[in-house]
């Protein structure tokens, strides 16, 4: 079992580029959660997402960030046209079907730089 | 809105101490609540999982409390280590947003040898 995938594990991106980081679930697991860790914060949730469907994004900021949970392979955070202020590690997490009720397990995260 | 607070922020130790790491919250409609260990620059780990319906869960040298009523949890390492150094973050899962984890800023522990 290899656990929750992210990569990349480092992504630099100039200011005004796209950034795009995939998760790949635990195996069993069709609930991704998406989480922001800025320096020197906690984790703040983003969006919950099931397989084709955004279930809750009240934690995406309104511009620029879109996520998305296809039929076929990893769910993918997209951040668009990306400011210095994006520079983050982004955390995915999977649950089983049912929700958090039997615990989240996390990826390593992607740590996102924006030069 | 739930809000989460870790204290200390930050405790050093020498090793083979007992610690006891604190995790408060506002709101106790819970459905269960989990401690992870995050190292530099890597992932979260869960250490454990507390339901609301417990009171306390063991894995190891590891002791998690639950008292929903006060809002209050206690991660108890017993004979620290120094490969206990991390920060270790609570999260609470509040019933009726059954999908966004709220939580603490952590608690950075260093065990010097």
């Known amino acids: 079992n290899a656990g929750v995938m992210q990569n990349p594990r480092h992504l630099v991106r100039r200011r005004g580029q796209e950034a795009r980081l995939r998760c790949s679930p635990m195996?069993?697991?069709?609930?991704v959660y998406w989480y922001r860790q800025l320096p020197e914060e906690g984790l703040k949730f983003m969006v919950y997402?099931?397989?084709?469907?955004?279930?809750?994004e009240s934690g995406m900021p309104k511009e620029r960030f879109s996520a998305e949970f296809p039929k076929e392979g990893p769910s993918i955070l997209r951040i668009q046209q990306v400011v210095r202020g994006d520079s983050a590690a982004y955390f995915c997490?999977?649950?089983?079907?049912?929700?958090?009720?039997?615990?989240?397990?996390f990826g390593s995260g992607t740590r996102l730089t924006v030069v | 809105k739930q809000e989460v607070t870790q204290i200390p922020a930050a405790l050093s130790v020498p090793e083979g101490e007992n610690l006891v790491l604190n995790c408060s919250f506002t709101?106790?409609?819970?459905?269960?609540l989990q401690w992870f260990r995050q190292d530099p620059g890597k992932g979260l780990t869960s250490l454990l999982l507390?339901?609301?319906?417990?009171r306390e869960q063991t894995s190891g040298r590891l002791n998690a409390s639950l008292d929903k009523s006060s809002g209050r949890s206690t991660l108890y390492i017993a004979a620290s280590q120094p490969g206990d150094s991390a920060t270790y973050l609570c999260?609470?899962?509040?019933?009726?947003?059954?999908?966004?984890?709220?939580f603490g800023t952590g608690t950075r522990l260093q065990v010097t040898l």
């Open positions: 709101d106790s409609a819970i459905y269960n």
């Open positions: 507390i339901q609301s319906s417990q």
């Open positions: 997402l099931q397989k084709e469907n955004i279930i809750d």
């Open positions: 195996k069993g697991h069709s609930h």
């Open positions: 999260a609470v899962l509040n019933t009726g947003t059954a999908s966004k984890l709220t």
């Open positions: 997490a999977s649950s089983p079907p049912g929700g958090g009720w039997s615990g989240y397990t």
